[in-house]
T-cell receptor, first 111, second 115 residues
């Protein structure tokens, strides 16, 4: 059975701190790993990772994939209160287009 | 550009009443369509997916059903709602290309409360 596990489930940090979120996956015919940010409503796309060891960056956010150890991390540096959200990761497979989501990590950034 | 519409935004229904949530996609053809449910503080649970008109696959047995009467229309229904059907329902679409980006785009969601 395909599964994606995220950790921690939630954390509270102060503005300026660095946050590291983990996502481990076990899926058949793995294709890609995606990260989303969800605030009040629909998740918004952050990154898609397909190759090991290649870091993707967008401002203060970065992510990397390890296909040997089957995990990905999402880093947020110099956190701001606007980074408060649930961060979801999902693994896709080579089949019809299934996205297997993790339970998410709730990040709260306090001023 | 592609857009996805989902309505209503919020819904409060009594137990035992029927349900119909609609999702439409614009600006793309033959998308994969998905219905997810998200309980408070939880991840996304895939309910149904569709790779084409009239093709529906169910991931989780329940009292919900889905239909795809047109290429870019996806409907989630129930004949009799249960309290446990409360949650945040998200419609999403994706188009997968070989060697290209796999990205799933979400609608704004419907928050359903069953009382």
């Amino acid at each position: 059975e395909d599964k994606v596990v995220q950790s921690p489930l939630s954390l509270v940090v102060h503005e300026g701190d660095t946050v590291t979120l983990n996502c481990s996956y076990e899926v058949t015919n793995f294709r890609s790993l995606l990260w989303y940010k969800q605030e009040k409503k629909a998740p918004t796309f952050l990154f898609m990772l397909t190759s090991s060891g290649i870091e993707k960056k967008s401002g203060r956010l970065s992510s990397i994939l390890d296909k040997k150890e089957l995990f990905s991390i999402l880093n947020i540096t110099a956190t701001q209160t606007g980074d408060s959200a649930v961060y979801l990761c999902a693994a896709t497979t080579d089949s019809w287009g299934k996205f297997q989501f993790g339970a998410g990590t709730q990040v709260v950034v306090t001023p | 550009s592609q857009t996805i519409h989902q309505w209503p935004a919020t819904l409060v229904q009594p137990v035992g009443s029927p349900l119909s949530l609609e999702c439409t996609v614009e600006g793309t053809s033959n998308p994969n369509l998905y219905w997810y449910r998200q309980a408070a503080g939880r991840g996304l649970q895939l309910l149904f997916y569709s790779v084409g008109i009239g093709q529906i696959s169910s991931e989780v047995p329940q009292n919900l059903s889905a239909s795809r009467p047109q290429d870019r229309q996806f409907i989630l229904s129930s004949k009799k709602l249960l309290l446990s059907d409360s949650g945040f329902y998200l419609c999403a679409w994706s188009v997968l290309f070989s060697g290209s980006t796999d990205t799933q785009y979400f609608g704004p969601g419907t928050r359903l409360t069953v009382l």
